[in-house]
């Protein structure tokens, strides 16, 4: 009689946040965002103008993003022009972390955790990706793969954040993944994210790892970090001018952390 009762109470949770999920028509997202950022032929002017239907605080995440040293290997000199702040990070991945960031922004101090893991996530899903030498739209998957792997849990700590309420773990781990393929659906996401989400089991390619098995690679990684250590711990070599050396993996993880406002969940220490 309790399980069946619990099985109610649970459908009726779900309904609500499906409800609350639908209602949202675009989170203080201006859709003319995605407009511009799915068509390859928009403008210079047109991308550049992005900057003024975002949040400021969104805006400042990005350039600080793409003027990090992780993205500034990948050119030559500062990023100014939001056009180049766009150029930088690529479209595909723009629309993502504006639209991520601005969902994260709606959560309650209680459920950083879930930014910190997903930005982590991400960052260790593309590292993963260019060690394994694939190509970049591959690279660009495990990237924005990582970021969204949460995104069902997002909605649930949205939910609870509104309401002021705590939701029991099985509930989550029970419907995480239905309200992540809804989020897809509404705000017109890659396909290729549903599978990443939905699917249990490691997939494997022809020869190498799935960008599934990527994206759960890197969070197996960054769950046992902040298991271990309740922030994202890691001891690494550091820039040093006697090796003339610019960057190291965990100065370039410590850099991008700090320029996106978590550098305090992110220790490197040097050896």
Known sequence: MLLHSQEEQYRELSTSIEDYLMSKENFGIDPRIFQILDNADSSESEIAGIEKMIDVNIAVR???????????????????????????LGMLPSKQFIMAIALFSRLGEEHKHLEIESFAISLFAKMIAEQMSLVQSAREKAEIGGLFLNVGKLVIAMYETKHRIKIEPSFIENYHRGFAVKIIEKFNLPEFLGTIITEERLTLDHNSFSIQGIVYLAQSLVEKIIRKHSIIEMKSPMPQLKDNLEVTIGSIMADYFSLIGMGKYLKVIPY
């Open 62 to 88: 990005l350039r600080n993003m793409a003027n990090s040293a992780y993205y500034g290997m990948m050119r030559r000199g500062e990023v100014n022009n939001f056009n180049d702040v766009i150029t930088a």
